[in-house]
């Protein structure tokens, strides 16, 4: 497994979402992202997603230019538990948005996975709840920022690995 430092790209980047993020009021109310406090060299990893049922799914409701490219099923609307429909048990993604919503906490995961549409990918992604209610049983917003991450062309297995231990480490003040 190669070294990852909170240092260099992608993860620098998702540091720099995350920072903004944490800069939000307390409960992160949606309405108050700012696509021009976010940035330009950002806004293409953002998307923003509604959640639903308390957690057990989620809506995406603006689509990012990275999100698009890696997942060009996902759209406007669309739910994230819509690739169940096609395999049952692809519950990775699904899980660490549903860990995110009901725990209302950062979660960061790395992926590599084969697109529906048959194209290999490799992410790093970093999910953000916002309007926060410490007494609901979730968030009802999420931001979601997803790099491509740059590896070697060797074999592609697919795997899901969840970050956000070493990510919450490595912004606390370590290089991860």
Not at 134 to 142: F, G, L
Request: include cysteine; aromatic fraction near 8%.
């Amino acid at each position: 497994m190669p070294t990852r430092s909170i240092l260099e790209p992608p993860y620098s980047e998702a540091a720099r979402l995350y920072r903004y993020w944490a800069a939000l009021p307390a409960t992160r109310p949606r309405a108050a992202l700012s696509p021009i406090a976010i940035g330009a060299r950002l806004l293409p990893h953002c998307s923003l997603a509604h959640v639903l049922e308390d957690g057990a799914d989620l809506r995406y409701d603006l689509i990012g230019e990275v999100l698009e490219a890696v997942g060009p099923r996902v759209r406007p609307g669309s739910l994230a538990s819509a690739p169940l429909r096609v395999d049952p048990e692809n519950t990775n993604i699904l899980g660490y948005l549903r860990d995110c919503a009901r725990g209302q906490r950062p979660v960061a995961f790395e992926a590599a996975f084969l697109s529906m549409d048959g194209v290999p990918r490799r992410v790093f992604s970093l999910l953000l709840p916002l309007s926060i209610e410490p007494e609901a049983a979730a968030a009802r917003d999420m931001l979601i920022g997803v790099w491509e991450v740059r590896r070697d062309p060797g074999p592609l297995y697919e795997n899901y690995r969840d970050s956000t231990v070493w990510f919450c480490d490595a912004m606390a003040g370590g290089d991860g």
